[in-house]
C-alpha cells in the first residue's frame, strides 16, 4: 500500500504541493488544520509544523457525528495542553461550525492587538483551509461559504486568482484548501486510513483489511457492532478474525456454491458498514496512543 501511495505523492508533486501552500501562507495569518475525528493521528500530515513554521493554527476535528463523542472531547483536551485550539465539527449536519469564527478570533488574539495598537481600526484577518485528502476540506468551505456572504472578488492589492469568503465581519477565509499528504510511510497509519476510506480499495488487499478492522473491532467490542451482526461473547474470544469475517459472511447469507463463505463480499460490507458508521460512533485512535 504504502508503494501505491508514494507513487500517488511522489516527491516532486509534494515539492509543488508544498510550494504552493507556502505561497497561500504569505497571505493568512493563519492555518485551519481539518482531521478526521476518527483517526486524529492518521489523518494529520507529518510536516505541517514544518511547513507552517511559527503561523498560528487551530485544528478543525470534523466528521464527529461518525466518532465516540467523548474520545472527540479527550481529543480537544489533549490539543489544548499541547497549546493547540482545537474545535469539533460535522460538515454533514453543519454541527459546531459557528464556533469556527470565535476560534480563529481566539487564536489570532494577539495578532489582532498588535495591528490595532499600530492603529488599524477594523483589520481583517485571514485564513486558509489545509488536511489530507477526504477529511472535508471541500464539505468545510462549501458549507462556510453557503452560510455566510459570497466571495469577495478581485481584491486590491491580492494576487490574482485568490478568492475569499467573508465569514465574519474581521475574518476572511481563502477559498481553496492546501491538500497535503498523510504520513505513508507507516503501515498503521495506512491501515487506519483504508478503515476510514480515505484512501482507494483498489490498492489494498480487502480481506486483509476486513480482518484488520476485526482485529481492532474484538477489542474494542462497539456495542452496536456486537447487535448487528448478534455476535455472542465466544464469536469474539474463541475465534480468529478471519472466521469472524466468516461468520458475519454466513449470517448476511453471502455463500457460494458449496455452501462457502464469499469473504470478500463479506469485507466489502464490513468495511461500508464501518465507514457509514453503522457499527457504531467509533473512535480508531486515542490521545494516549500518539
Ligand atoms: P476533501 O475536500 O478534504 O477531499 O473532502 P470532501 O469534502 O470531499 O469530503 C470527503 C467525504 O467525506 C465526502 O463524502 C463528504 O460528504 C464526507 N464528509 C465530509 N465531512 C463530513 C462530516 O462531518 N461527516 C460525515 N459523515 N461525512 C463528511 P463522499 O461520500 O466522498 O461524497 P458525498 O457522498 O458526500 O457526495
Known amino acids: 500500500m504504502s508503494e501505491m501511495q508514494n507513487i500517488q505523492w511522489f516527491p516532486g508533486h509534494m515539492t509543488k504541493t508544498k510550494r504552493k501552500i507556502q505561497s497561500s501562507l504569505k497571505l493568512v495569518d493563519a492555518v485551519a488544520e481539518i482531521i478526521d475525528a476518527r483517526i486524529p493521528i492518521s489523518s494529520r500530515n507529518p510536516d505541517l509544523a514544518q511547513i507552517i513554521q511559527s503561523k498560528p493554527r487551530l485544528v478543525l476535528i470534523n466528521k464527529c457525528d461518525m466518532a465516540n463523542q467523548t474520545a472527540t472531547k479527550m481529543w480537544i483536551e489533549h490539543f489544548k495542553r499541547q497549546g493547540i485550539t482545537a474545535i469539533a465539527i460535522d460538515c454533514k449536519s453543519g454541527r459546531g461550525l459557528n464556533q469556527f469564527a470565535p476560534a480563529v478570533n481566539k487564536v489570532l488574539a494577539q495578532r489582532l492587538e498588535k495591528l490595532k495598537s499600530k492603529g488599524m481600526i477594523n483589520p481583517m484577518l485571514r485564513i486558509m483551509i489545509v488536511g ?19 466571495k469577495v472578488e478581485d481584491r486590491p492589492g491580492v494576487t490574482r486568482g485568490n478568492q475569499w469568503y467573508t465569514i465574519a465581519k474581521n475574518l476572511e477565509m481563502l477559498d481553496t484548501p492546501g491538500v497535503l499528504w498523510p504520513k505513508f510511510d507507516d503501515k498503521i497509519v495506512g491501515e ?10 483498489q490498492i489494498l488487499d480487502i480481506e486483509l483489511l476486513a480482518v484488520r478492522l476485526l482485529d481492532f473491532l474484538k477489542k474494542l467490542k462497539p456495542k452496536d457492532f456486537i447487535e448487528r451482526f448478534k455476535l455472542e461473547d465466544a464469536d469474539i474470544e474463541n ?21 462457502e463463505v464469499n469473504t470478500e463480499r463479506a469485507a466489502i460490507m464490513l468495511l461500508d458498514e464501518f465507514r457509514a458508521a453503522k457499527l457504531g460512533r467509533i473512535t480508531v485512535e486515542m490521545p494516549y496512543e500518539e
Open 192 to 201: 487506519h486510513l483504508a478503515f476510514t476510506g480515505a484512501v482507494k480499495d
Open 132 to 150: 489530507i485528502p477526504n477529511v472535508g476540506k471541500s464539505s468545510f468551505i462549501n458549507r462556510i461559504a453557503k452560510q455566510n456572504r459570497a
Open 239 to 259: 475465534i480468529e478474525s478471519y472466521e469472524l469475517l466468516e461468520l458475519i459472511g454466513k449470517k448476511r447469507g453471502m455463500l457460494v456454491s458449496g455452501g
